[in-house]
């Protein structure tokens, strides 16, 4: 009796261990099969491996005889653990900027709101709200999405001030100045802090003048200077 002549067929590429994936092996040549030493039985053997493997199965004919087949391995690679980090405070005001940071050197993408941003330095910076991510790819192609770090990026207020009259006149008179904003001033007097904070102040005294306009969100911004001549 000539003995069986047995064989595996089926897909066995290599996988990642992040993204397990079934595979399906079959046993030719022979009526029964043991897969593995007692792991399955059946001419087909299913397995989801989480960390390479190699498979072998014995296959018995009608009359008793047995053969073992070559062994398959099927290689399970390990996938990137990627991370973000800020180096900074996730949270300004607009004109700033807050860097960004891969684990890894190399292989990465960064996406902002969920679309590539076609970044792929270990460092991205951002002057703009949205929410971050970078996927990272290694060598063997495997792939692994990082936590998500959300961006808020806050608008400064447009300030301006106008005189209300001539800003040339003589002593004894003054001018009205007025701030684009009716709250969150400071005026200033040749770039000096003063204590006026109202949208409007009365002066009297000839010099530079502006006001830095801040808003409920802690963003400044400086307004034009007038010059007022006594």
Same mark, same amino acid.
């Not at 053997?45 to 087949?69: H, K, L, M, N, R």
């Given at each position: $009796? =000539? ?14 261990? &992040? ?21 399955? =039985? ?25 053969? =073992? ?7 399970? &690679?390990?996938?990137? %653990?990627? +991370? ?32 590539? =941003?076609?970044?792929?330095?270990? &460092? ?16 063997? &192609?495997?792939?692994?999405?990082? @936590? ?10 447009? +300030?301006?001030?106008?005189? /209300? ?16 904003? $009716?709250?969150? @001033?400071?005026?200033?007097? %040749? ?10 102040? /009365? ?28």
């Amino acid at each position: $009796v =000539t003995p069986p002549s047995v064989s595996i067929s089926g897909s066995y590429s290599a996988v990642c261990d &992040n993204a397990p994936t079934p595979l399906t092996l079959t046993g030719n040549g022979a009526a029964t099969y043991d897969w593995n030493s007692g792991a399955g =039985t059946g001419t087909t053997f299913v397995d989801t491996p989480i960390a390479s493997q190699t498979y072998t199965v014995v296959g018995t004919d009608t009359f008793g005889c047995s053969d =073992t087949s070559d062994i398959i391995t099927v290689i399970v &690679n390990t996938s990137p %653990n990627a +991370a973000i980090i800020s180096l900074d405070t996730t949270v300004f005001c607009a004109g700033d900027s807050v860097a960004l940071q891969s684990s890894f050197a190399t292989g990465n993408v960064w996406f902002q709101n969920n679309s590539s =941003t076609f970044v792929t330095s270990q &460092n991205y910076s951002t002057t703009v709200s949205g929410s971050f991510n970078v996927v990272v790819t290694n060598s063997s &192609n495997c792939s692994d999405t990082s @936590n998500t770090i959300a961006v808020t990026v806050h608008p400064k207020p447009i +300030a301006q001030i106008a005189a /209300l009259d001539t800003t040339v006149f003589c002593s004894g008179d003054s001018v009205a100045l007025q701030s684009s904003s $009716v709250a969150g @001033n400071i005026w200033f007097y %040749n770039d000096t802090a003063t204590a006026l904070t109202s949208q409007f102040i /009365l002066i009297s005294k000839g010099g530079a003048y502006k006001s830095v306009v801040t808003n409920s969100f802690g963003c400044s911004g400086t307004s034009n200077s007038i010059t007022v001549v006594v």
